[in-house]
């Protein structure tokens, strides 16, 4: 069965720091592996990653996938109270009838002031 | 261009009645996706559908609940005679082609009561 394991689970880090979250899959017919952003509203799209080793960046956020090891990371430096929420890794993958996304369960993190 | 539009934002149910959650897409996106997003649990897939075909439901309960994207007009997610563990958040999310990041809505929390 395909799945998605992100960790950690939840993590509380001070201003300043630097967080990596982890996400590995277990996919067959991996496509893509997908990056969102969940505060209390709908998730928005961070980053896409479709080859190994190029690491995407945007700003103080970053992620590399490696698809030798079937994991991805994304790096967050600097962290500031605004980035607090939950962060959700995609994968999509060929399935029955086209492709389909399994989404893991997610990466709750606060920042502290 | 709007993003993808839900509605309601909020809706509350008595056991055994009908939901029916609305999607419109963002401008110039064929491609619709549903998830459910129960308390503490990451998004789970539903149902992918362009314009009025369903391409895959490998994720929605085999009864009670439908959906539909007609050539005109939103795409319909329908639950019926909802019971308590319905209770959830809908997000639909739209692309313009698969394969592609998908923009998300702001979702309907579905409370059961």
């Known amino acids: 069965e395909d799945k998605v394991v992100q960790s950690p689970l939840s993590l509380v880090v001070h201003e300043g720091d630097t967080v990596t979250l982890n996400c590995s899959y277990e996919?067959?017919?991996?496509?893509?592996l997908l990056w969102y952003k969940q505060e209390k509203k709908a998730p928005t799209f961070l980053f896409m990653l479709?080859?190994?080793?190029i690491e995407k960046k945007s700003g103080r956020l970053s992620s590399i996938l490696d698809k030798k090891e079937l994991f991805s990371i994304l790096n967050i430096t600097a962290t500031q109270t605004g980035d607090s929420a939950i962060y959700l890794c995609?994968?999509?993958?060929?399935?029955?009838?086209?492709?389909?996304?399994?989404f893991g369960a997610g990466t709750r993190l606060f920042v502290k002031a | 261009n709007a993003g993808v539009m839900q509605n309601p934002r909020h809706l509350v149910r008595r056991r055994g009645q009908e939901a029916r959650l609305r999607c419109s897409p963002m401008?110039?996106?064929?491609?619709v996706y549903w998830y459910r997003q129960l308390p503490e649990e990451g998004l789970k897939f539903m149902v992918y559908?362009?314009?009025?075909?369903?391409?895959?439901e490998s994720g929605m309960p085999k009864e009670r609940f439908s959906a539909e994207f007609p050539k005109e007009g939103p795409s319909i997610l329908r639950i019926q005679q909802v019971v308590r563990g319905d209770s959830a958040a809908y997000f639909c999310?739209?692309?313009?082609?698969?394969?592609?990041?998908?923009?998300f809505g702001q979702g309907t929390r579905l409370t059961v009561v």
């Open positions: 999310a739209s692309s313009p082609n698969r394969g592609t990041e998908a923009f």
């Open positions: 996919v067959t017919n991996f496509r893509s």
């Open positions: 479709t080859s190994s080793g």
């Open positions: 995609a994968v999509e993958a060929l399935g029955t009838g086209g492709f389909k996304t399994i």
């Open positions: 401008k110039g996106h064929s491609h």
């Open positions: 559908l362009q314009k009025e075909n369903i391409i895959d």
